[in-house]
């Protein structure tokens, strides 16, 4: 394939993908229902040796991390009932994701751990000390997927209310969330505040250590932060949402995006847009903001066992548990229509524009009923899945590359571990004859961000990123460096 070129014309270099392993701390994930097929072992996510496992496999074909979804409620759109998630085992039960991260730290030494956790329902000093103990115990290693939850049956359970907090009304608390942990991470203890002076009997420089006096519409935290400082001061920011108000949020905060359709096409004006403000509202590089996009790979040696692999596992997917994620992803509960029932031609404009989106590069004359839904969901959820040989899927990841400007990719399963050998053993040599993957880590035993840049000393976040002024440096006193608000 053509390289794609610049606003001037030219070719650009080919891109060195970010490539990590997309999962969730529950059976199947973006495929419900797969925990069913005899070869896969998702259902096995509550032992600890599961993920230990997991890690080791993806260091020892250089991933560049594992990035864990989340939920914190269950999918109870569908059929006004939780009980399709239930039964299926759509994304439920789901387990907390960060408490596993420093297990799987502990037996790698490159592999970077981006794990998502909600600003609704923490307070942020709390949130800050637990992110900052597990940077601490990965060496470095950790990143946060920064979201503000979307599931109304997450808002009953944790915050007791009926519905959860209006979309942008979420986003303005996670922008002041956002301030409040830049100064619990980078302001209230400088660099150098932990100094062990044995002699003197001092372990922590009173100076280098400040309280933050945080007062806003949201939050009131004095501090100062309880954790010292961390390997890399601020985990790496991660973000998914294409809102206005996410892709704003993005614009500034995020160091990549995660983002999830079915088409490069439906994907592409959104990149440019956050990539466009980065420039012009908040003075970054927007093309150091990363894309990160949802692809699960169906692989086989050839075309045709690629395809009967992805024939097996259709055996398997089950229809209520899309139809349940689908609800949860939507807010629209497809039972209150019929099983032929074209879903461009309802009432509800809601759920017109929705299904024209998915179906938008479909066939032309395709009916799209709620089957039709759950089919293109059921395996790789909210993302394309590419089937073929390795030669064809790299072709295909090659045209996200070139049409929607991703940097990498976040690759979802069919089966567990199984759908990761195979990018391992078929998928990453191609990637790599033709020059889209690294050999090794850019800094082996360095942090996320690091490698994440492939720059070492990249430890901190980039000087033209907002949170590096907050960054209380080494011998600066605390005149010298006034928190910003």
Same mark, same amino acid.
């Given at each position: 394939?053509?390289? *794609? ?7 650009? $270099?080919?891109? @060195? ?14 495929? !419900? ?37 989340d939920v914190l409620g269950g999918y109870d759109v569908y059929r006004n009932s939780l009980t399709p998630a239930i039964v299926s085992?759509?994304?439920? *039960? &789901? ?17 970077? /751990?981006?794990?998502?956790?909600? =600003? ?13 103990? &597990? ?44 301030? &409040? ?24 420089? $009173? ?9 806003? @519409?949201?939050?009131?935290? $004095? ?5 010292? *400082? ?18 704003? /949020? ?7 995006? /995660? ?5 490069p096409q439906v994907c592409a004006k959104n990149i440019a847009e956050v990539r466009q403000l980065a420039r012009e509202k908040f ?31 259709? @055996? ?34 809601? &759920? ?10 479909? *066939?032309?004359?395709? @009916?799209? =009923?709620?089957? =039709? ?15 073929? =040989? ?26 567990? !571990? ?10 990453? $040599? ?21 490698? /994440? ?23 600066? !006193? ?8």
């Amino acid at each position: 394939m053509s390289n *794609p070129t610049d606003e001037s014309g030219h070719s650009r $270099p080919k891109k @060195k993908l970010i490539i990590n392993a997309f999962v969730e701390m529950c059976s199947g994930h973006q495929s !419900p229902g797969l925990w069913r097929h005899p070869s896969d072992q998702s259902h096995n996510f509550t032992s600890v040796q599961h993920w230990i496992e997991l890690a080791k496999l993806l260091e020892s074909a250089k991933f560049h991390g594992i990035f864990i979804a989340d939920v914190l409620g269950g999918y109870d759109v569908y059929r006004n009932s939780l009980t399709p998630a239930i039964v299926s085992g759509a994304q439920w *039960p &789901v387990n907390e994701p960060l408490s596993v991260v420093p297990a799987m730290a502990a037996a790698t030494t490159s592999l970077g /751990f981006g794990v998502t956790v909600s =600003t609704s329902y923490e307070a942020p000093y709390h949130l800050h000390r637990r992110l900052a103990t &597990v940077d601490h115990l990965t060496n470095g290693r950790l990143g946060w997927n920064i979201v503000t939850s979307y599931l109304d049956s997450a808002a009953r359970n944790i915050a007791g209310r009926e519905k959860q907090v209006a979309h942008d009304e979420r986003y303005e608390q996670a922008e002041e969330y956002l301030r &409040v942990m830049y100064k619990l991470f980078a302001s209230s203890w400088r660099d150098d505040a932990v100094v062990l002076d044995r002699e003197r009997g001092v372990y922590t420089d $009173p100076e280098a250590v400040r309280q933050i006096n945080h007062e806003g @519409k949201f939050f009131s935290v $004095p501090g100062p932060a309880i954790v010292q *400082p961390t390997p890399q001061r601020v985990p790496l920011l991660l973000q998914a949402g294409t809102s206005k108000a996410g892709k704003l /949020f993005a614009a500034q905060h995020a160091e990549a995006i /995660f983002v999830s359709s079915h088409a490069p096409q439906v994907c592409a004006k959104n990149i440019a847009e956050v990539r466009q403000l980065a420039r012009e509202k908040f003075g970054r590089d927007g093309s150091k903001i990363k894309v990160l996009s949802l692809v699960t790979p169906i692989l086989g040696r050839t075309d045709e066992e690629a395809k009967q692999k992805l024939a097996d596992y259709r @055996k398997y997917a089950s229809t209520e548990g899309a139809l349940a994620l689908f609800g949860g992803w939507t807010g629209m509960d497809l039972s209150k229509y019929g099983d032929d029932e074209e879903l461009r031609e309802v009432e509800s404009n809601a &759920v017109r524009s929705t299904v024209d989106a998915y179906a938008r590069f479909s *066939p032309p004359g395709s @009916k799209w =009923t709620k089957h =039709t839904v759950a089919e293109h969901v059921s395996i790789g959820g909210n993302g394309p899945i590419l089937v073929g =040989t390795p030669e064809q899927v790299a072709d295909g990841l090659e045209a996200w590359i070139n049409e929607a400007d991703v940097d990498g990719f976040n690759f979802g399963y069919a089966l567990f !571990p199984g759908s990761f050998q195979d990018i391992i053993d078929l998928l990453l $040599p191609e990637l790599r004859k033709r020059g889209l993957f690294w050999d090794d880590y850019a800094v082996p035993g360095g942090t996320y961000r690091e490698n /994440f840049y492939g720059a070492q000393g990249q430890k901190y976040p980039l000087e033209e990123h907002i949170a590096s002024k907050y960054h209380w440096r080494a011998g600066v !006193p605390a005149e010298e460096h006034k928190i910003p608000e």
